[in-house]
């Protein structure tokens, strides 16, 4: 089973990047997908998540009107459109699957709800 993460670069401020998250191995149809990220020196945080049933989103509040996740059912993949980038979101970006999700239960924002992770792909944002 694997995540596989990439997209990520170097980009001027104001500037796109789309990341992906590439499942193998498994199906995460009934999992939430998420993305955290983790800066020099920082804590891991969380930045958005998917629910890949419904396909309902939700987002930290940092990235809220500049990121943006979808899903090909298809290519069993995730993407994270990141516009309006900023130097503060330089970071290593991971993508990440709650494979224990029951259908009620909140959207996990801590790391430890998440059982699998990618390797995790750079993105750093220049001013």
């Known amino acids: 089973v694997q995540l596989q993460a990439s997209g990520g670069g170097l980009v001027q401020a104001g500037g796109s990047l789309r990341l992906s998250c590439a499942a193998s191995g498994r199906t995460f149809s009934r999992s939430i997908m998420g993305w955290f990220r983790q800066a020099p020196g920082k804590e891991r945080e969380f930045v958005a998540a998917l629910n890949w049933a419904g396909g309902s989103t939700y987002y930290a509040d940092s990235v809220k009107g500049r990121f943006t996740l979808s899903r090909d059912n298809a290519k069993n993949t995730v993407y994270l459109q990141m516009n309006s980038l900023k130097p503060e979101d330089t970071a290593v970006y991971y993508c990440?699957?709650?494979?224990?999700?029951?259908?009620?239960?909140?959207?996990?924002?801590?790391?430890?709800?998440?059982?699998?992770w990618g390797q995790g792909t750079q993105v750093t944002v220049s001013s």
């Open positions: 990440a699957a709650d494979s224990r999700y029951t259908l009620g239960r909140p959207t996990s924002t801590r790391r430890e709800s998440y059982d699998y």
